[in-house]
């Protein structure tokens, strides 16, 4: 009885899901030759369902007894907007009499599958289509008794040229993705500028007292960019000949030596007594990590100051007129070596910077706040950065940091105050970096949403691309209300459920502004 209502010849049968679109639309058509005119002018029929990893586009022609017809269904990944490769699609027919399944065991092209049938009796076959373990119903397929009923039929559902076409083909290669419109949690932020700088308190340079000859402190041991030092190691040393001007300059050096090396001691001191009083606070919980942290890392640098300045000022103390004097350059802090002396040998004036260390486990972040913005700041508020290329982001000052400026003044240069941040480097920021830095003020509330993806600027008005159907777009105007850093709140414009461009918005925006409808190249 199957038989009786779809005809399929054999070949086909064999071929399913490879047989070519393109070469079926461009081949002369038995119907078409015999009728001479009408259904083959009149587009497709389109449906567009969503399961829940792909977004389906079924196509097919009119169908007519006695005409093959052509059923193309366009499978897009909803993960990432490409289509889909390989992998098998199962489809069922059912007709008043009759049921047929098939199973197609790879797309024709890349996201497209073919099904070629000829059906021998009009009627309605509802059909559906298994993609793994996606079960999708499509609309009903209508086989008409003849060419005739079909064009009225076409005609009836003939739609305007309103709106935007971009073919499967033109969305795939861009990764176009969609998503619907619901209701998320959106607190309002302010966007404000962030850059990342080295702790002035973490980073030291190692200036040349005289002029003299560097050399490595050990012979093929040169200290290079990038390596790192802990507070004390030997950097270079300093080879000066005492002799006419250099030894005038020597004695003023020394002196300063002298001052210098009390100066260190007395610093020392003050730095030992500080750090056992935070270990003494911090075992009663009234000190956290990281001043901890920090007060150990000052007296440890102390230690190293200390040191470097007692040997200088003692080589300083002995040296001799006419003799020649080696003077070791030490690092004053730990740290990655940001500037390194030039070569082994070379001459060094007297104040030359040789050495520049940065201690870049903690950060400085200043974010600079727009004047216009400062009274929303006066309610409570939270800060932080997103990262760049996922969806991780830190926390300011977070449980580890501190605030150190609260924005106090306004740069009438800027017209926006700073907000800075000291904060432990969480691995991937860099001295230097510019960011974006999101502030949140007030409750976060459930409201309608989109990605902020999804809004492209025309000429001051906030537009969004609302999918009609696999193909085609609509553009609307919207208006926004609360923002934060990933999504917006849509107050006019849009209705839940809506399904709306995110990547891929200003694409079509643009194939909207060109105005040229494309041609189905399958």
């Known amino acids: 009885m199957l038989e009786r209502l779809i005809h399929r010849p054999i070949q086909l049968t064999l071929l399913l899901g490879v047989v070519s679109l393109f070469y079926s639309c461009q081949q002369p058509d038995s119907a078409n030759a015999t009728h001479g005119h009408g259904l083959a002018d009149w587009p497709a029929r389109a449906q567009t369902v969503y399961s829940e990893h792909y977004q389906l586009f079924f196509e097919n022609e009119y169908a007519v007894v006695a005409r093959e017809t052509t059923l193309a269904l366009h499978v897009s990944n909803l993960s ?34 073919l099904i070629q049938l000829t059906f021998e009796k009009p009627g309605s076959y509802s059909w559906s289509a298994i993609i793994d373990s996606d079960n999708v119903e499509l609309a009903p397929i209508v086989v008409h008794a003849d060419e005739h009923s079909a064009i009225h039929a076409a ?38 500028t962030a850059r990342i700088a080295a702790c002035k308190t973490h980073s030291a340079k190692v200036l040349s007292p005289v002029m003299g000859k560097l050399v490595a402190p050990q012979p093929d041991a040169r200290i290079v960019l990038g390596q790192q030092v802990n507070a004390g190691d030997l950097l270079a040393m300093l080879q000066v000949p005492l002799l006419g001007d250099t030894l005038a300059a020597w004695k003023s050096a020394a002196a300063q030596a002298t001052s210098e090396a009390a100066r260190a001691a007395a610093e020392l001191q003050q730095a030992s007594a500080s750090f056992e009083r935070v270990q003494s606070l911090f075992a009663k919980q009234a000190k956290s ?6 007060a150990q890392y000052q007296y440890a640098t102390a230690v190293a100051a200390d040191q470097s300045a007692r040997v200088i000022s003692e080589i300083y103390i002995q040296a001799q007129p006419g003799s020649a004097m080696s003077l070791p350059l030490f690092a004053p802090i730990s740290g990655q070596v940001i500037t390194a002396a030039t070569a082994s040998g070379e001459w ?15 950060l400085h972040v200043s974010v600079r706040v727009p004047e216009a913005d400062l009274p929303e700041l006066s309610a409570p508020y939270r800060a932080h950065i997103p990262h760049p290329n996922n969806a991780t982001r830190i926390a300011l000052p977070g449980t580890d940091g501190k605030l150190l400026l609260a ?42 949403s989109v990605p902020w993806s999804s809004i492209v600027d025309d000429s001051g008005m906030s537009i969004a691309f609302v999918q009609t159907g696999g193909e085609t777009f609509e553009r609307r105007v919207v208006q926004l209300g609360h923002r ?18 995110t990547d891929g918005a200003y694409v079509v925006h643009l194939t909207a502004l060109s105005g040229a409808i494309p041609e189905h190249s399958h």
């Open 289 to 294: 990590q990281l001043q901890l942290e920090e």
């Open 155 to 192: 005609e009836d559902a003939a739609e305007s040229d309103s709106g935007i076409t971009m073919l499967k083909e033109q969305q795939w290669p861009i990764r176009l993705l969609i998503e619907e419109v619901q209701r998320k949690s959106v607190a309002h932020q302010i966007p404000a």
């Open 484 to 501: 934060d850093g990933e999504r917006v709140e849509v107050l006019t414009g849009l209705e839940l459920g809506e399904r709306v461009v």
């Open 80 to 113: 990432d907007g490409s289509p889909r490769q390989s992998g098998s699609l199962e489809f069922s027919l059912k007709g008043s009499e009759a049921s047929l399944n098939e199973t197609i065991a790879h797309p024709a092209r890349p996201g497209i599958y």
């Open 407 to 448: 924005a106090q003044k306004v740069d009438p240069l800027t017209h926006s105050a700073e907000l800075l941040y000291e904060i432990p480097n969480p691995g991937w920021l860099r001295a230097g970096m510019t960011l974006t830095a999101q502030l949140s003020t007030g409750e976060a509330h459930d409201v309608m």
């Open 348 to 362: 060094v004036s007297d104040a030359e910077t040789l050495f520049e260390i940065q201690n870049l486990s903690q």
